[in-house]
Nanobody, 118 residues
């Protein structure tokens, strides 16, 4: 079955950088659209960034444009989220999500906590 494992979260100061990783297993990674969602304390879950199955197309939430970069390495079954210039409002649990091309069904990872605080 589809399994997603996120890593790379942690506690950092404002202005710092982090790189999240999502390792997929149990499915043909290159056949899935991948995305990052996040849910901050007291906030609704929101889409942060999305990347096409071949990595050629990406989209970002306005709140992270210019600071975050989504990428993937299909040979390693891994997706990344490079987060720069982190702000306190980026504090959230970040989730890796997979959707098979042509399907509406989403599979979620367990999430990784990112805390931005001085």
């Amino acid at each position: 079955q589809v399994q997603l494992v996120e890593s790379g979260g942690g506690l950092v100061q404002p202005g710092a950088s982090l790189r999240l990783s999502c390792l997929g297993s149990g499915f043909t990674f290159s056949g899935y659209i991948m995305s990052w969602y996040r849910q901050g304390p007291g906030k609704e879950r929101e889409l942060v960034a999305i990347i096409s199955s071949d990595g050629g197309t990406t989209n970002y939430a306005d709140s992270v444009k210019g600071r975050f970069t989504i990428s993937r390495d299909n040979a390693k079954n891994t997706m990344y989220l490079q987060m720069n210039s982190l702000k306190s409002e980026d504090t959230a649990v970040y989730y890796c999500v997979a959707r098979r091309v042509g399907s509406g069904s989403l599979t979620w990872g367990q999430g990784t906590q990112v805390t931005v605080s001085s």
